[in-house]
């Protein structure tokens, strides 16, 4: 999904949809408590691709700790080793300012060198030095950065949902950790872990989030529309044929939506194009190991004579 992950709350979207359905919200048979399960339903039909995916560093104390409040799926997990803190001491005026959106290089153009001034929690950038090498940084104060070098896979044990698509469930790592009701226990009494998770799609308040786009906006709408049709003819009112129009748009849209929430950004499509050219090169590099020449000899003119060329040539010639 190339898109920008802006997202409206469950009761903007009914503020919408009553618009749309003025007669029938002065009416009152428009019932927001009926309609929350369409909304949720319709973001799981929407897939994980829409969730936020944010870090975070959390402390374990005594073999446990406390997931983040808006946890809903892990993608992996790693235990912080050694860290140094780096501290700055404001002089004058100080005022803090954050960049939300990072800088991001033209195809072919060489990013600048971060640092992790530019973190506004946490986040893991690469280092300015000739090593290749990633530091995860950590925001602990105004003027104070966390800064951890070492990292230890963790083997994610199980998980309390039936949906994890981490990488860690299967790894080989001696440090083991375990997803239960909203902690994750782990095989060491202290440390610090990092995770990598997709956050769930609900505001600071706890209110329903869903997603803000023109093609998505549509699937939602009509999703809640078709629900307010259809329990108004559980109440006898003589609503078919709208019920019958709102039934049709609503699959188009939802054709629509899923096309574009399926469609994979620039990063996605450099990565398909870069894992086909290999497989490319390791077909054609096969190929060449099935049918090699026996006994390879040039002879002149950059020709390639074989074994089996020489055989027959010489064959001719004695007959």
Not at 222 to 239: H, T
């Amino acid at each position: 999904m190339g898109a920008s992950n802006k997202y409206r709350t469950f009761t903007q979207l009914i503020e919408d949809v009553s618009i749309d359905f003025s007669n029938y919200a002065l009416e009152g048979l428009i019932e927001p408590q009926q309609l929350i399960k369409v909304a949720t339903r319709v973001n799981y039909d929407l897939g994980l691709r829409i969730h936020r995916t944010k870090e975070v560093v959390i402390d374990i104390e005594h073999g446990r700790g406390q997931l983040p409040r808006d946890f809903a799926y892990l993608n992996y997990a790693f235990l912080c080793g050694e860290y140094k803190i780096n501290a700055t001491m404001p002089s004058g005026t100080h005022v803090e300012t954050f960049n939300d959106v990072p800088y991001v290089p033209a195809p072919g153009e060489i990013a600048p060198c971060e640092d992790g001034q530019v973190c506004k929690d946490v986040c893991v950038i690469k280092t300015c030095d000739d090593k290749n090498s990633h530091q995860l940084v950590q925001r602990i104060g105004p003027n104070q950065f966390r800064t951890y070098s070492t990292f230890m896979q963790l083997r994610i044990q199980g998980v309390n949902t039936e949906t994890c698509f981490c990488p860690a469930l299967g790894a080989q790592a001696p440090d083991i950790a375990e997803v239960v009701d909203g902690f994750l226990n782990t095989s060491f009494r202290s440390g610090k872990v990092y995770l990598s998770y997709q956050g769930a799609m609900e505001s600071p308040n706890g209110d329903l989030l869903v997603l803000d786009q023109p093609y998505c906006n549509e699937y939602y709408e009509y999703a809640l529309k078709q629900r307010i049709l259809e329990n108004m003819v559980w109440q006898g009112e003589n609503v078919s044929q709208q019920l019958s129009l709102v039934e049709t748009r609503l699959r188009a849209a939802r054709n629509n939506a899923l096309s574009f929430v399926n469609t994979p950004n620039f990063q996605e499509m450099r990565k398909v194009w870069t894992m086909n050219r290999r497989a490319q090169y390791h077909n054609y590099y096969n190929m060449f190991l099935s049918h090699p020449p026996v006994n390879p000899r040039v002879i002149g003119n950059g020709v390639l004579s074989t074994a089996a060329s020489n055989t027959s040539n010489s064959t001719g010639s004695s007959c």
